[in-house]
């Protein structure tokens, strides 16, 4: 299971922090993504990381503002956010899956969502 947290309220130019949490079975958990989907759009890529090597990937869109890392020992993931912009607003969530991907069909266990509202 996963527990996505770390939303709110934060002004544009801003920073935010989210933390996913990965508990239960998490020995096939190859590589962790992050997404989001803002009001009557699909859910977007943002980039995603390799679990045992810390590999990271990124979306052209969020390259150099968005930072994703991870914390084996806590079994948690991070999506530091920087120099938001109010096209941020979205739910934003944590994906795993058995392999590196760009979609979100590649990932087969989903947190909830946590919601960033970026105000201009």
């Known amino acids: 299971q996963l527990q996505a947290s770390g939303g709110g309220l934060v002004q544009a130019g801003g920073s935010l922090r989210l933390s996913c949490a990965a508990s239960?079975?998490?020995?096939?958990?190859?590589?962790m993504g992050w997404f989001r989907q803002a009001p009557g759009k699909g859910r977007e890529f943002l980039g995603t990381?390799?679990?045992?090597?810390?590999?990271?990937y990124y979306a052209d869109s969020v390259k150099g503002r968005f930072t994703i890392s991870r914390d084996k020992a806590k079994n948690t993931s991070y999506l530091q956010m920087n120099f938001l912009k109010s096209e941020d607003t979205a739910v934003y969530y944590c994906?795993?899956?058995?392999?590196?991907?760009?979609?979100?069909?590649?990932?087969?266990?989903w947190g909830q969502g946590t919601l960033v509202t970026v105000s201009s």
């Open positions: 994906a795993a899956g058995p392999r590196v991907g760009y979609t979100s069909s590649k990932y087969n266990n």
């Open positions: 239960g079975r998490t020995f096939n958990m190859y590589a």
């Open positions: 990381i390799t679990w045992a090597g810390g590999v990271t």
